[in-house]
């Protein structure tokens, strides 16, 4: 018997010490990690880290060789139909009855999922972009037009929970900007909680509310964007550019108490807003020119090197 | 319900594949190539034809009354009734025989056996103990007059085996390794055994003798003739049969039997119309004679039948198979013709005209139906629909996994049974389309071949019980036995396509499958182990049959000892075991 925590009852998903094993490895090791209602939550790993095999078992696709998930509070495993009709999934590339034109598709899979409504159809498919080429059929349809069908595939049956394992596969740079922007409108405004794949870090840094980072099976780190961002402080939050950065270091180390760190014409170091126009009256102060003033933005890719360790060769 | 909505999306899609529809034209131009080939030879009433045509009446009476050569005459068929008889009442007399063997036999082995004084050992021992020439002398005559009679018996016992496995009536079971064993070993004994004595010298007669006796231990051999199981009818259950089928039946002046009242009708009728010349008359009294040579061959049948049926005693038609006289024996079929006749004894149904079973475009009986053309264009159009559904299984199942819409498939709120049984049920709805498709069409073509004629059909169920039923309700039933047939085949294409991701593969051990089942009619046989796999219990629409012809083309002829019951649970307990494996299979296996 759980402990009904506050957390439990909120979460969409919950994934509790999963575990598969393929002859004698393991695709994946004691997962834990939940989803909380509205949340995007970011899965990020090297290939063969063990994303889709998670996602699979979620989704109902393999079984787990223990462990548990539960989609609103129950148990997948023994409320299979129950739960997975809060979930739109696209798991791996999306495929389609190539002699069925993209609409017939759709419409194939919302009369499975038992509502089939003729407008959906044509508003999901206007939401990912798929409007002009809907009655073509999917033999002809680029990969990115698939992608696209892929996500309103998982988007008919209106669900709690969006599984997207790699949803920015084949698309252009406006595709992408699309789906990040309909996605967060989706998580934000309608309160859908996704779950995303990928191993594009920049979208996933600017899309995701938590970061999760698997690795050979094993989760190793689970954070929010902020905490993520909190935590790296290592050289500092700010840095400034100028022709004397060791004056400048030994001016901000002295008088300010904080380490500095010299990286070519700049100069990293830690402070809070509040102390940063200090700094630079006394640099300027002290003569020392200033070109220019910004905070360090660590991108998700240095945390995830750095986590990851740089021997993860592949 | 669920399935439903999922075997109705999964039919709805196919509407959008070309394949359906070249299926569809397939099976149209099929049916219409079946139409121009249907060539139905209208068996003949059967009636006798006695009488020329300008001749009267009372001539072709005559020739039926009086004539001793021409074909159905009252002689011929007096005499075929006659020889049956005498035929049955031979097996109850020829017991004998059996016992003639053994004694032949235990009579050789004595003559070779020491402790017997005329012996052959005795005989020898004396002269070898004293070899004096009268000694010999005695020695000689006692030999050739014992061996002429060894070797006589000898060669009784081989000539009688010999003859055996050319016979249908013996009295005994014994299969025929049995019987040319035996032969075998008088056959030795009788060339061991020399001719000329006196040119043989002292040691060679020793020599001879002493082989002789050792060589040939007959107990074995005697052991194996006393094991033989005699064939016994109780003498009440032969006098039965022949007081019920001969002697209440055959011909005799005055008396109140079957075939002298017949008689009498056409005595009597030929009386009347004896002057006439018509054609409408002679045909009156061909069919009244018709009727008289239709129950003589019933009662011939009840006769022999019932008498071989007697004589198969407590054995299955598979221990039968190997016993000599039994080997072409079906009990199924002798039970269903025995159940046949005697209703057409009792209903006094000699004309012939009711519908035997439904053959291969052969017509018979006297009316043609709507329906003739109907069910030979099931029989083989019911091939093509099989093998549609087979497509349609794998394509579903296996074609789904290789082309990785299962994926999609597979996460919306369906169990995987529900999945696997969605499909199932899909492609029994795709067969039923099909078989109603052509029931009508194939119906319409034979509407507008013979008009709106129907009929009704003498059948035999489970070769017990016989039932008179219209012709829509037989086609109803072969579609159905039709139906159960595919179904089986259709689970097997599921099991395989569920555990071989390939559709080629699982297409191609499904079609291997079939054509075994398929041409299994023809490569089994009753006797042989393949009649306890489940093709044997494929049709059950063989278990309402008619005895005097073949069941169609494809129906299988072969009798497993089965009955309706039996083969219905064989059946579907396959289809439930092959159907509950692939729900398991299914429901484990990780899609992706």
Same mark, same amino acid.
């Given at each position: ?314 | ?500 991701? @390939? =559709? ?11 054509? !075994?089942?398929? +041409?299994? $009619? *023809?490569? &089994? #046989?009753? @006797? =042989? ?11 059950? !629409?063989?278990? +309402?049959? $008619? *005895?005097? &012809? #073949? ?17 219905? +649970? ?23």
């Amino acid at each position: 018997m759980e402990k009904k925590t506050e957390k439990n009852e909120k979460s969409v998903l919950r994934v509790v010490n999963l575990t598969k094993q393929y002859g004698s490895r393991n695709a994946i090791d004691r997962i834990n990690f939940s989803i909380k209602k509205g949340e995007i939550f970011g899965f990020v790993g090297a290939n063969g880290a063990g994303k889709s095999t998670t996602m699979k078992i979620i989704t109902g696709l393999a079984e787990a060789t223990s462990g548990d998930v539960f989609i609103d509070g129950k148990r997948l495993s023994n409320n299979f139909e129950k739960c997975i009709a809060q979930v739109g999934s696209m798991i791996e590339t999306p495929l389609f009855y190539p002699y069925l034109t993209g609409f017939q598709n759709l419409k194939y899979f919302a009369k499975l999922s038992g509502s089939y409504k003729r407008s959906r159809i044509i508003e999901i498919a206007n939401l990912v972009g798929l409007t002009g080429r809907l009655h073509e059929k999917v033999q002809n349809y680029s990969l990115g037009m698939k992608q696209r069908l892929g996500i309103a595939q998982s988007l008919l049956h209106n669900p709690k929970l969006l599984i997207l394992d790699e949803p920015t596969n084949g698309l252009d740079a406006n595709g992408i900007r699309e789906i990040k922007n309909f996605l967060v409108r989706l998580a934000k405004q309608k309160g859908v909680s996704i779950m995303i794949s990928s191993h594009i870090l920049a979208i996933m840094e600017s899309l995701c509310d938590t970061i999760c980072i698997i690795d050979k099976g094993k989760i190793v780190e689970t954070k929010t964007i902020d905490e993520i961002k909190k935590s790296c402080n290592r050289f500092g939050t700010h840095f400034i550019r100028t022709s004397k950065p060791n004056f400048a270091g030994m001016i901000i180390q002295d008088k300010f108490n904080t380490k500095a760190r010299i990286a070519g014409d700049k100069v990293l170091f830690e402070t809070t807003e509040k102390q940063l126009p200090n700094i630079i009256v006394e640099l300027t102060h002290n003569k020392i020119p200033i070109y220019s003033v910004s905070e360090i933005n660590y991108s998700l890719e240095d945390i995830y090197l750095d986590v990851i360790g740089t021997d993860n060769a592949v | 319900m669920k399935i439903f909505r999922l075997a109705n999306a999964e039919l709805g899609k196919l509407l959008h594949r070309p394949a359906i529809y070249i299926m569809t034209a397939f099976l149209a131009l099929a049916l219409v190539i079946t139409a121009f080939t249907f060539n139905p030879q209208s068996k003949s009433d059967n009636l006798t034809n006695f009488g020329t045509p300008t001749g009267s009446v009372s001539e072709a009476f005559a020739i039926f009354n009086s004539s001793t050569t021409a074909t159905d005459s009252k002689h011929q068929l007096e005499t075929a009734l006659n020889s049956v008889y005498q035929d049955i009442q031979a097996f109850s007399t020829s017991e004998s025989e059996h016992q003639n063997l053994l004694d032949s036999a235990k009579s050789v082995n004595a003559l070779l056996t020491t402790g017997n004084a005329n012996s052959l050992p005795e005989i020898l021992y004396a002269f070898i103990n004293s070899p004096t020439t009268t000694n010999r002398t005695a020695l000689n005559n006692v030999l050739e007059a014992t061996n002429e009679s060894i070797r006589n018996q000898a060669l009784r016992v081989y000539n009688y085996c010999a003859g055996l496995s050319h016979l249908n009536n013996i009295d005994y079971y014994a299969t025929t390794s049995e019987i040319n064993e035996i032969e075998t070993v008088f056959l030795n004994l009788a060339s061991a055994i020399p001719v000329n004595i006196e040119t043989l010298s002292n040691e060679q007669i020793v020599e001879t003798s002493e082989n002789l006796r050792t060589s040939f231990n007959l107990s074995p051999t005697i052991s194996k003739i006393e094991g033989f199981k005699k064939i016994t009818i109780p003498s009440e259950t032969i006098t039965k049969i022949t007081t019920d089928y001969y002697d209440n039946i055959k011909y005799q002046e005055g008396s109140d039997t079957l075939l002298t009242n017949l008689f009498e009708k056409i005595e009597n009728f030929a009386h009347i119309n004896g002057a006439s010349t018509e054609k409408a008359d002679k045909t009156e009294l061909n069919k009244l004679i018709t009727e008289y040579k239709n129950a003589t061959y019933i009662a011939i049948s009840l006769m022999q039948n019932s008498f071989n049926l007697e004589k198969a005693g407590d054995y299955s038609n598979a221990e039968l198979k190997k016993y000599i006289g039994f080997s072409n024996y079906n009990l199924y079929n002798i039970n269903e013709q025995i159940t046949l006749n005697q209703h057409l004894l009792d209903k006094e149904m000699f004309h012939g005209e009711y519908r035997t079973n439904l053959n291969f475009g052969v017509l018979s009986g006297a009316e043609p139906s709507a329906y003739d053309f109907a069910f030979y264009a099931v029989q083989i159009l019911g091939i093509i629909i099989a093998i549609f559904c087979m497509f349609f299984a794998v394509s579903i199942t296996s074609g789904e996994f290789q082309n990785g819409t299962i994926k999609m498939v597979a996460t919306r709120p369906y169990t995987r049974r529900k999945l696997i049984s969605g499909k199932h049920l899909a492609c029994y709805q795709f067969m039923g389309i099909f078989l109603l498709f052509v029931s009508i069409a194939s119906l319409a073509i034979g509407i507008a071949m013979n008009g709106f004629t129907f009929t009704s059909h003498i059948l035999v169920f489970n070769a017990d019980t016989v039932l008179t039923l219209p012709d829509f309700v037989v086609f109803l039933i072969y579609l159905a036995s039709l139906a159960l047939n595919i179904i089986f085949y259709i689970s097997i294409a599921f099991l395989l396509s569920t555990i071989f991701r @390939s =559709s080629t593969f699982a297409l191609f051990a499904t079609f291997l499958i079939y054509f !075994f089942g398929v +041409l299994f $009619n *023809a490569i &089994a #046989s009753a @006797s =042989s182990w393949l009649i306890y796999t489940p093709f044997a219990h494929l049709d059950l !629409f063989k278990y +309402l049959g $008619n *005895a005097s &012809a #073949s069941n169609g083309f494809l129906a299988i002829n072969i009798t497993t000892g089965a009955n309706f019951v039996v083969s219905t +649970l064989v059946l579907l307990g396959i289809i439930f075991a092959v159907q509950t494996a692939t729900k398991i299979i299914f429901n484990k296996r990780d899609i992706a």
